[in-house]
Every structure is written in structure tokens, then in C-alpha cells.
């Protein structure tokens, strides 16, 4: 590859990235004196890309969730009664008891980074060297905060796929870059190749590949990915690949990451989660593996970000990588079980549910359950389900930057709850919709 990644970052490295130190821990004190009345403040804006971004529509329908009691299928974490193994939280505790607690090195612990390097050869034949092809992040979202803005620079141009994870664009754009949305279609969410194609151009930096993904479930074929491929290589490009759900697929379905193949190796960088690997959400553990100069820019940026990870669940996720295979390689069967009942039930009700071959996400079509001539849209069912049928679910359309684009009578329903939860949320349906179930 020729082309250089961002120059901001590319060259600065604090000592401790070199020698793998901590940072001092003593600062000087700064005293700030009281603030006292004064003129009115500054009507200077702040920051267009992220101050001008309204309230996410998942803490709105939190929120609403909360407010009417209602059973909430919309947020994408796991019922406690289905988190990871206990060993790992006793992992945990032991080594904040018995290790240090101070800065671990700013790449990650080397326990973690060889465990990754152990598993990339084991699920993807790809080994990598631990000590310069691996970072540890403050869980995946920060990984790619660290991908974007150390790999970009203004004006670059980065192609995304729509649906997509909200983070994706304002990051983007953060970086100077400029996204460039591919839409996926429904029901079976795949991209027109020629489309895509366009797509690319002179500028084109980076593709981002979300696979398995959220929202729609969709595992991305081999061949789909091999056209990918021949684009990114055709324009000298890169690939950031998320593939948090990696663990998350259904039997009779295989996970292919792009890096595996031919020429990609050198050009992608793969992105996991310890918290959709474990069901640990709340422990934001992340890994960024790949090609030694794309890792080491993300380091660069993630120095700057969140510098370092708790030690302890570092060394918990380790263990849970070597010792734990059983509980995340029987994620997809798991998961796969709760979508085939709740897709059966939701079928009876009136919806139609979505083809979906991975995580913990299931995309149905609610036309079907409105008024002839209705005019209402995703959002708004989404609202009227909350208060006046006690279930909270997702509208599709959130997972768009550009709503104009997005399909309007589609909802998200999360199945990595209790088999009692999701029984209860039918329930509920039922009642709702009582004519059709």
C-alpha cells in the first residue's frame, strides 16, 4: 500500500507506546477560583458535527420504556440471567485484588493481545504477531473512533452501508472524511454490485464492513465479499471490518472475514467486542487486529482517546477467550433457538418477519397489522406499541443518517432476553393485536 494514513497522528508517540510504560500519575494541581456572575454566555456554537445530533432514538425509547413499564425488546444488551461465564467475573475480581491496578501499557496486556493473536489463527487461519498487530480499546466503539480517525484525512472518502451503526458517519466526519452510503434493500438486505461500484472512486479511502449486522442480521456472503474485495484492490483502498458479532451465527452459516481473503490481508483491519464474545456489555473491551502500520495509526489516535483499558477485565477476557470456547461458540445455536420461536409468534400475530442469518436482532414488517390506508410510520408505531401496548421495540429507520432513504414499516426486536421475557412480550402482542394472533 502507498497510500498514507492520517498524518496528524502518524508520527507522534508517547515514550510509553515505545517501551510499553506507564504514564506519571502525578499532575500538577490546577486551582480554578469560583466562576462569578457575569455577562451571558458566549453565543458561539459548538462543535456542527456532533452538536447539531438530536437525542438517539434509543435512549428516547428507553426512556419511554421506562416512563409506561413496558418490556423492553429494543435495547441490544443481554437479560443479566444470560451474561457470560462466572469464571471470568471471577477473573476479574482476583486480579484486582492480586495485580496491579495501576495504567496497564497503553496496546493492552500481553495476556489479552496473545490470547486475539491465538484466536485470529484459530477461527480465521490468520495469525498475527501479538506484540505489533494487536490494540486493546475501551470496547468496539472507541476501536473505530481510533480506525477513523487514525486512518483518515480530510477529504478522504469512506464507503458505508445503510442500515448501519449510528456511530459510523459522525466519526467520519469528525475526521474531515466524507461517507458515502451504499443502501442494503430488504427483505434480504443485499447491495446492488453496480451501485456499490460507483460508489468507489480516486478518493475512496476505506469501506466500512459490518458482518455479522446490526441492525438486519445479515451475514455477508463470501461472494459478496469477494466483490468488495475486488473494489478495494481496484482503488488502492482499505477495509475497517466490525465484526462484533462474529460469534453470533446461526447453524448452517458461516462468518467469512473479509481479511481472509486473497490480497485483503494487508488492507483490513477487523474490529471485535468482548462484550458481544461474552455478553459483558458493560465491560467495554474491545481489539483492533490487522496489518502492523493500521493498528499502530489506531494506536496513535487511541493514546489520545482513552489511553488504556481496566487491567483486570483485560485479563478475565484472556481466560474467557482460552477456556471459555464453549460458552460463544454456542451463541449462534442459542440465539438461532429464540428467533425461530419468537419468529413463529410474530408470524401468527401479523408480522413479517425478515431473513436473518446472525446476532441477536430480528427485523420484522408491521404493514401488515395497520388500518387500510394507514399512513403511519416506524417511529410512531414504535411509540403507540410503547404506551398504549407495554412492548418497546426499534424503528429501522435509525439506523439511517438520511431517513428519506430508509425503509418506514420496519421495527428491530432484540432476542437475547429470557425465554420468560420474550414469552411475556407475545403475550402482550397478542393481546394488542388480538385479530390476528
Same mark, same amino acid.
Given at each position: 500500500m502507498?497510500?498514507?494514513?492520517?498524518?496528524?497522528?502518524?508520527?507522534?508517540?508517547?515514550?510509553?507506546?515505545?517501551?510499553?510504560?506507564?504514564?506519571?500519575?502525578?499532575?500538577?494541581?490546577?486551582?480554578?477560583?469560583?466562576?462569578?456572575?457575569?455577562?451571558?454566555?458566549?453565543?458561539?456554537?459548538?462543535?456542527?458535527?456532533?452538536?447539531?445530533?438530536?437525542?438517539?432514538?434509543?435512549?428516547?425509547?428507553?426512556?419511554?420504556?421506562?416512563?409506561?413499564?413496558?418490556?423492553?425488546? #429494543?435495547?441490544? &444488551?443481554?437479560?443479566? *440471567? =444470560? !451474561?457470560?461465564? /462466572? @469464571?471470568?467475573?471471577?477473573?476479574?475480581?482476583?486480579?484486582?485484588?492480586?495485580?496491579?491496578?495501576?495504567?496497564?501499557?497503553?496496546?493492552?496486556?500481553?495476556?489479552l493481545r496473545q490470547a486475539l493473536a491465538?484466536?485470529?489463527?484459530?477461527?480465521?487461519?490468520?495469525?498475527?504477531?501479538?506484540?505489533?498487530?494487536?490494540?486493546?480499546?475501551?470496547?468496539?466503539?472507541?476501536?473505530?473512533a481510533a480506525a477513523f480517525l487514525g486512518l483518515l484525512e480530510p477529504g478522504d472518502e469512506v464507503v458505508v452501508f445503510a442500515p448501519l451503526y449510528d456511530s459510523y458517519i459522525p466519526i467520519i466526519r469528525r475526521?474531515?472524511?466524507?461517507?458515502?452510503?451504499?443502501?442494503?434493500?430488504?427483505?434480504?438486505?443485499?447491495?446492488?454490485?453496480?451501485?456499490?461500484a460507483a460508489a468507489f472512486n480516486a478518493k475512496t479511502k476505506l469501506i466500512v464492513v459490518n458482518?455479522?449486522?446490526?441492525?438486519? #442480521?445479515?451475514? &455477508?456472503?463470501?461472494? *459478496? =465479499? !469477494?466483490?468488495? /474485495? @475486488?473494489?478495494?484492490?481496484?482503488?488502492?483502498?482499505y477495509a475497517a471490518l466490525d465484526e462484533v458479532y462474529e460469534h453470533l451465527v446461526y447453524p448452517g452459516y458461516e462468518h467469512v472475514s473479509l481479511r481472509t481473503l486473497p490480497g485483503m490481508a494487508e488492507r483490513s483491519i477487523r474490529i471485535g467486542s468482548a462484550g458481544k464474545t461474552f455478553s459483558f456489555t458493560a465491560w467495554k473491551v474491545g481489539w483492533v487486529t490487522g496489518p502492523a502500520p493500521m493498528v499502530q495509526a489506531a494506536a496513535k489516535a487511541h493514546q489520545f482517546l482513552t489511553f488504556t483499558v481496566p487491567a483486570a477485565l483485560q485479563r478475565a477476557v484472556a481466560r474467557g477467550l482460552r477456556e471459555e470456547r464453549s460458552f460463544y461458540e454456542g451463541l449462534g445455536p442459542l440465539f438461532l433457538k429464540k428467533r425461530e420461536w419468537l419468529a413463529a409468534k410474530l408470524t401468527a400475530i401479523g408480522f413479517k418477519v425478515l431473513p436473518g442469518q446472525g446476532t441477536y436482532f430480528l427485523t420484522t414488517d408491521f404493514s401488515g397489522l395497520l388500518p387500510e390506508n394507514s399512513t403511519e410510520e416506524d417511529v410512531e408505531f414504535c411509540s403507540r406499541l410503547t404506551t398504549e401496548g407495554g412492548i418497546t421495540l426499534i424503528p429501522v429507520s435509525a439506523f439511517y443518517e438520511d431517513r428519506t432513504t430508509a425503509p418506514k414499516q420496519l421495527v428491530r426486536f432484540v432476542i437475547c432476553k429470557t425465554d420468560a421475557k420474550l414469552q411475556a412480550a407475545v403475550e402482550k402482542l397478542e393481546a394488542y393485536f388480538p385479530k390476528r394472533s
Open positions: 502507498l497510500r498514507t494514513l492520517n498524518s496528524h497522528v502518524r508520527n507522534v508517540v508517547r515514550p510509553s507506546l515505545a517501551a510499553a510504560q506507564s504514564p506519571p500519575t502525578h499532575l500538577p494541581r490546577v486551582y480554578l477560583p469560583p466562576r462569578r456572575a457575569g455577562p451571558a454566555m458566549s453565543s458561539r456554537g459548538f462543535n456542527s458535527t456532533f452538536g447539531g445530533l438530536p437525542t438517539t432514538i434509543f435512549e428516547l425509547m428507553s426512556q419511554l420504556a421506562a416512563r409506561h413499564g413496558s418490556i423492553n425488546l #429494543g435495547q441490544g &444488551f443481554p437479560d443479566n *440471567e =444470560l !451474561e457470560g461465564p /462466572a @469464571s471470568m467475573k471471577e477473573a476479574a475480581y482476583q486480579s484486582m485484588l492480586h495485580d496491579s491496578n495501576q495504567y496497564p501499557p497503553m496496546v493492552g496486556v500481553p495476556e491465538e484466536h485470529s489463527e484459530r477461527y480465521t487461519g490468520l495469525p498475527l504477531d501479538w506484540q505489533s498487530q494487536v490494540l486493546i480499546t475501551s470496547g468496539a466503539t472507541e476501536a473505530l475526521a474531515g472524511a466524507v461517507p458515502v452510503v451504499v443502501q442494503l434493500r430488504a427483505p434480504d438486505w443485499s447491495f446492488d454490485a453496480a451501485e456499490l458482518t455479522p449486522h446490526n441492525p438486519s #442480521g445479515k451475514v &455477508f456472503s463470501r461472494a *459478496e =465479499l !469477494e466483490t468488495i /474485495a @475486488s473494489l478495494v484492490q481496484e482503488h488502492d483502498a
